[in-house]
Structures are given as structure tokens and as C-alpha cells.
């Protein structure tokens, strides 16, 4: 077995809960992951849509790794492609990257509601954050399509109030506390939320997803089209292309070679929206 390759208890983990956590794993790359962080957003305009951050809002800056050189290089750590190639197959696609300054609470909700094409995210969170300053909370076993507790989630998580006398933050959960270096990955599906954090945690993902068999490339220009509402034409930004190894290449082919009707959806969400999405 690879030495980055997940153990057969980790994927075991990943399967029954929905997600996994890896303290330190990126310890020795952090301090320069800060300081390129904080050069994307300075490069674009310090906020959304080049409007600095204020903290009343998320701030998001989408294809976010694609943006700095060095970044983009996350995609080819062997820690992370040993994640990824655990969970996914060898021949995953990335998804894309986006960075954040969040403000305030997250409510709960997951991204996305994939049966049996798995879709994960990886969370950089770049400032120490605890259970009640922010944290990741995820509940374990919502990730479980069609299993009976995991659809009750579904439906009532978003009255917890009314439904179980519970505010959000009262819900079940698991609090995944992290420092700097420390990465959190969770599938899709995953209910996941944070609260109590400050108006300024940075904090940037990757998505990636096991490769779509040809017979749903329908379904996977769905999900590459949901980007318009982002302002892109492509589903990747140039420098993580131009930059890109044969090795890179391998998960990125796919979804440029599906990406062509982005420019097309682009142009619509610019006609209805005053400003691209924040997430």
C-alpha cells in the first residue's frame, strides 16, 4: 500500500459516518498556504466580487487554488491525492476550489445529494477554531441516501425548532475542532454546519468525485453548469491548467471536455443576477 493511501479502518470510517479528519496533516505547508491565501484575495480586490470582506456576509472567491501557482500544487500532494484516490479511484476528477471568509453562523445543509457517484470535499481551515468559535459540525451517518434516519434529517433539519425543540446549534453532532495544518474531509451528502465563529475565518476547499461513467456525462454537465451562477466560462481557472503535469491532467480532462456550455449559461445568470453568487 502506498504511503498515502487511507488505511482499510479509515475507509471503513468514511463509509459509516461520512467523513474523516486529519490533524497536522499539512503542518509543514501552512505557513506558506496562509501567506498564498491571503495573495489571492488581495489580488482580487480583498473580497466578493472585489468588495473588501466587512464581515456582515460570507465573502467567496471561486476556482480559488486555480488562481496561485504554488496553490494548485495541492492537487498534486501526494497526501491529497492519496485521500482522494482512497475514497474516489486513481482516476478521480477535481471539482473545483473555492475561499472563503466566512461571517456568522452556517446553517445546516449538505452539497450536494449524490446516490452513488461519491462527491467529496476538503476543507483547509486557516485559523485555530473550536466547537463554539466555528468548527465544522457534522452529523455522522447523514451522508446515507435512502437510509431511513438519514431522510428524516433531510426533511426536518431545517425546522428544528418546531420539529425537536432545538435551535441548530443543539443538534447531535460532532464538533471537528482544527489548527492550521489540520484537514477535514467529508462526503457530499454529509449534514454539516458551523456556529458561534467570528466575522473572519478563512477557510478554502477542493471537490473532487469518482469519474462519471460516459452513459451520465449528462449528469456531470449539470453539475459543471451549476458554476455559472459563479461568472465563469470555464470550469477551471488558467493557471491550474497551464501549470498542470500529465499526472494533473488526469483530473482535469474529463470535466474540461464537458465544460463547453458554461459560456452560454454564464451569459444568462448574468442577465438575472446583480452580482455572482457568494456560495
Known amino acids: 500500500m502506498p504511503h498515502h493511501q487511507l488505511t482499510k479502518q479509515q475507509l471503513a470510517f468514511f463509509d459509516t459516518f461520512g467523513y474523516l479528519g486529519f490533524p497536522g496533516l499539512l503542518a509543514d505547508r501552512v505557513d506558506e498556504i496562509i501567506s498564498d491565501f491571503e495573495e489571492v484575495w488581495d489580488s482580487h480586490g480583498g473580497g466578493h466580487n472585489g468588495r473588501p470582506h466587512d464581515g456582515t456576509a460570507r465573502s467567496c472567491i471561486v476556482q480559488f487554488i486555480d488562481l496561485h501557482d504554488r496553490l494548485s500544487t495541492l492537487l498534486d500532494d501526494e497526501r491529497i491525492t492519496g485521500i482522494a484516490s482512497s475514497l474516489l479511484g486513481d482516476d478521480f476528477n477535481y ?90 474531509c467529508f462526503n457530499h451528502n454529509t449534514k454539516h454546519a458551523a456556529f458561534g465563529g467570528s466575522k473572519r475565518r478563512r477557510m478554502f476547499t477542493m471537490n473532487l468525485c469518482q469519474r462519471y461513467p460516459e452513459h451520465r456525462l449528462g449528469e456531470l454537465r449539470d453539475y459543471i453548469g451549476g458554476g455559472a451562477r459563479f461568472w465563469v466560462e470555464e470550469a477551471y481557472g488558467k493557471v491550474m491548467i497551464r501549470t498542470a503535469a500529465p499526472e494533473r491532467m488526469r483530473h482535469l480532462e474529463q470535466v474540461m471536455a464537458n465544460d463547453d456550455h458554461l459560456p452560454e449559461l454564464t451569459r444568462q445568470a448574468k442577465e438575472r443576477m446583480s452580482e455572482p453568487s457568494r456560495g
Open 95 to 184: 471539482m473545483g476550489s473555492d475561499g472563503n471568509y466566512y461571517a456568522g453562523d452556517t446553517n445546516w445543509h449538505s452539497d450536494g445529494q449524490h446516490a452513488d457517484i461519491r462527491h467529496i470535499k476538503i476543507a483547509f481551515y486557516l485559523d485555530p477554531i473550536k466547537r463554539d468559535t466555528g468548527c465544522l459540525r457534522v452529523i455522522p451517518g447523514s451522508h446515507k441516501l435512502g437510509n431511513e434516519y438519514a431522510d428524516a434529517l433531510q426533511q426536518h433539519i431545517g425546522k428544528s425548532q418546531s420539529e425537536w425543540d432545538l435551535s441548530g446549534a443543539d443538534i447531535p453532532a460532532v464538533a471537528l475542532e482544527t489548527n492550521p495544518g489540520d484537514i477535514v
